[in-house]
């Protein structure tokens, strides 16, 4: 099956600063890719939704100059976390869809982000 | 309500018992998709329905559009299949909803 990965698997930074995580379809050219956070015990909510060289559009409530995203090719997003806040901790998980006959997404590992 | 809910929310089985795990939905769907999150975080791809049924090894899906629900089975449950289960629905857009999960322990 496709395969889709995260890069880092864990991430510790300090408040203030910013983290980047990236999302990789590997072995297919992905049309959409979704970023996803969860926190413990909870379902994953979607943050927003990146299409290849346009801008990614945000779901209510997401602030998108704290989450930027940045779609550069059909097989690579990134989810840059700026001035990152103890509260930005959880786990962000994203997925590629591919849309070449039956429609499925692909979720990646996931990304744990702890700000201290 | 949610538009999707799954029970049980949690579910404690003994090893070699059979498990049903339940998913109804409100909305109109194109597809309902399982997934398997273990305790690490990884999301596992179960299985992506739009009707009938399913299997793979020990694992059967089923779903029933016009009753909007679709069910989970592990046949000879294993430890090793403790996770969180979760069903997702594809409505409209290509856009999930989750249901809570289901939180299952198999013990030994």
């Known amino acids: 099956g496709a395969v889709v990965s995260q890069h880092p698997s864990w991430v510790i930074c300090k408040s203030g600063t910013s983290v980047k995580i990236e999302c990789r379809s590997l072995?297919?050219?992905?049309?959409?890719m979704f970023w996803y956070r969860q926190f413990p015990k909870q379902s994953l909510m979607l943050m927003a939704t990146?299409?290849?060289?346009?801008?990614?559009?945000?779901e209510q409530g997401v602030e998108k100059d704290k989450f930027l995203i940045n779609h550069a090719s059909l097989t690579l997003s990134t989810l840059t976390v700026t001035s990152a806040h103890p509260e930005d901790s959880s786990f962000y998980i994203c997925s590629a869809d591919n849309r070449q006959g039956i429609y499925e997404q692909y979720f990646g590992p996931g990304t744990r982000l702890t700000v201290t | 309500k949610n538009e999707v809910e799954q029970s049980p929310q949690n579910l404690t089985a003994q090893e070699g018992e059979f498990i049903t795990i339940n998913c109804s939905y409100s909305v109109g769907i194109s597809a309902l998709h399982w997934l398997q999150q273990h305790p690490g975080g990884g999301i596992v791809s179960l299985f992506m329905?739009?009707?009938g049924k399913k299997k793979h090894g020990r694992l059967i899906a089923t779903i029933n559009i016009q009753e909007k629900h679709s069910s989970l089975h592990i046949t000879a449950s294993h430890p090793r299949d403790s996770a969180v289960y979760i069903c997702a629905v594809l409505s409209g857009t290509y856009k999930y909803i989750f249901g809570t999960g289901t939180r299952l322990k198999v013990l030994a």
């Open positions: 990146s299409n290849e060289g346009s801008k990614a559009t945000y």
């Open positions: 329905l739009s009707s």
């Open positions: 072995d297919f050219q992905a049309t959409t």
